[in-house]
């Protein structure tokens, strides 16, 4: 979420409340990050999407393997 954040000025699930919030979280699939800055590198999205996948088994395993991937 940070990484999304900090590449597209925006929040990957915005709401008004923290229910809200925590709802989308768990319910909706986060728009790619290029849809919200054209013209992003699309491995940044692939990268993006990876960390937030719902299921944690499609998750980067750890914080290492995330920094391996960003790099």
Do not use: H, N, Q
Request: charged share 20%; glycine share 4%.
């Amino acid at each position: 979420v940070i990484l999304y954040r900090l590449t597209t000025g925006v929040l990957p699930f915005p709401g008004e409340t923290s229910w809200e919030v925590m709802a989308k979280v768990f319910e909706a699939v986060p728009r790619p990050p290029s849809a919200a800055r054209p013209g992003l590198d699309r491995r940044i999205d692939a990268l993006c999407l990876t960390a937030m996948e719902k299921s944690a088994a499609d998750r980067y395993p750890s914080a290492a393997a995330f920094a391996a991937a960003l790099a």
